[in-house]
RNA sequence: GCGCUCGUAGCUCAACUGGAUAGAGCAUCGGCCUUCUAAGCCGAGGGUUGAAGGUUCGAGUCCUUCCGAGCGUGCCA
């Protein structure tokens, strides 16, 4: 037609009475040929585009062109359909999320860069990414002159185990605060931690190891795939930091300032219009988080070979990483076709919208979160499936509080603040993890309940004889492109989404389709395989996301 | 002061990045269990998308101004 980049800008459609689809470029193109709209439209369904399937075209509103796919193409759609959607370029792709800090428990502060950054991987990997997980831990620094000092101090703490790490830094702290010999040895402790003295590292690696396990155990609680060996602490990048701030003097980045060195870059400036700069290096020799996070970009481009590097922080950070990567191209650490992403988030806010905080104003921690998850699923449990054993309604409440956690924070668009409610999120209503279960539970039922094995009916040929079972199929089939979208921004929300609105079409499909009471052995096949198609999307889906399902509840 | 993010039903959240009549759940009201799990399903009411302008065939979405909230703004991370 004469016009360039032509877009078919097709979208499922807002309304069903529309048809399945809508391809809105008709408008785009009347517009950049000054022509009427639905003219345009009309010689594009006029040329039959989707004739071979089938497909029924009308025109709409001021020139959308609405798609009602055939059913008979939509049910062999379906029936050669399966879940594996790979992408075309597969990227070595570095994620770092979590990032406790060692000695401190995990807390609130942490459930979204690690629940959103362990189902971001888990998605990544599943349509062929490689995935490289670094726990970027809060190892190193002053703090732990006042553990070191401490542990030293009293030789009965050198066997904790670490729900004692978090009180031992509470008590160091406050024998800092008040013991003036004390703050002395600690201030010592910290000069020769920096020494590398043996003794001093010696308890520190104690520490360090402790308090990894416990994190590794509250993961393991929360199913989250980070290991230990995706741990490379702040630490670990000391040894370099000389050679960064030498690689800043080299490119001649670095300017004295009031004694401190620091880089400048263009559009970074304070309120009076001054330039802001990045302190790679205090002005008593000491270094900063900015300078350690270069040196982990460094490793990460030189060492690890990264394409893309993905980093996920809450909101507060943007300032920080904005500078971060724009020194990192200066200095040359992020070549030219890599690419850097901050992911942000927003906070975690409790039921009236101040921040989570438990009453004494600490930050809830997550060890204390699963288990009133836990008791809270567990009396839901017991009162609604009497039919399960006690050692089921355990493990049931245990993947339903889990579930509900992390599904509440990944269902909601990342980038703004959420509420955390304990009742909205177990909730078997609405768009939540125990409904998307549940749902679930209830496909494996029926498998179970026909003693048929669910793998056998992932193919098999698919007959659409109730709208219900129409509807179902369309939403089937979306799952590719709703992967796309997610992992395009990076929102898991998108597909949690999708997985509630399939999950609503399957429950209407269920009332309305007798499954097992079909009239027909083919229906019944049918339905078994919608059935079973429904359970492999929802399982590929939720695991993803790091939510698994039980097969009863 | 400046910068960033945001403001959608009484409440919690969506809205495929500029598309048709702004959708769900909770709460309220009313229906459906001798049929595969009622932890379910169906229906009703509920909106000047903070306000006012502007761009456009078309705006919750883009631009301007105002109001309001949160966060950030040089040696903590």
Known sequence: ????????????????????????????????????????????????????????????????INVRLDDGFLANALSDWTVSQPVEHAERIVVDYSSPNIAKELHVGHLRSTVIGDALVRLFEFVGHTVIRQNHVGDWGTAFG????????DQDSS???????EKLYVAASQEFETNFDFAQKARKEVIKLQKLDPNTLKTWEHIVRASLEDVQRIYSELDISLQLSDVRGESSYNAGLPSVVNDLENAGLIVESDGAKCVFVDGFQRKDGSPLPMIVQKSDGGYLYHTTDLAALKHRTQELSADRIIYLTDSRQIHHFQI????????GYIPKEVSTEHLVFGSVLNKDGEPFRTRSGDNVLLRTLIDEGVERALDIVRSKSQHLTNGEQRKVARQVAVGAIKYADLSKNRTNDYRFDWDVMLSLDGNTAPYLQYAHARICSIFNRAEKDMSEFLEGEIKLQHPSERALALRLLRLAETLEQCLDERKPHYLCNYLYELTVHFMRFYENCPVLKANTPQLLDSRLCLCAKTAQVLRVGLENLGISLPLRM
């Open 146 to 153: 006042k553990l070191i000092a401490y542990v030293n101090a």
């Open 1 to 64: 037609m004469g016009v360039e980049n032509p877009r078919a800008l097709v979208f499922a459609t807002a309304n069903e009475e529309f048809g399945d689809y809508q391809a809105n470029g008709a408008m785009a193109i009347a517009k950049q040929l000054g022509r009427n709209p639905r003219t345009i439209a009309q010689e594009i369904v006029d040329r039959a585009p989707l004739a071979e399937f089938n497909a029924e075209l009308g025109i709409g509103g001021p020139g959308f």
């Open 324 to 331: 971060l990567f724009a020194v990192g191209r200066l200095a």
């Open 159 to 165: 066997d904790f185990t670490i729900g004692g790490i």
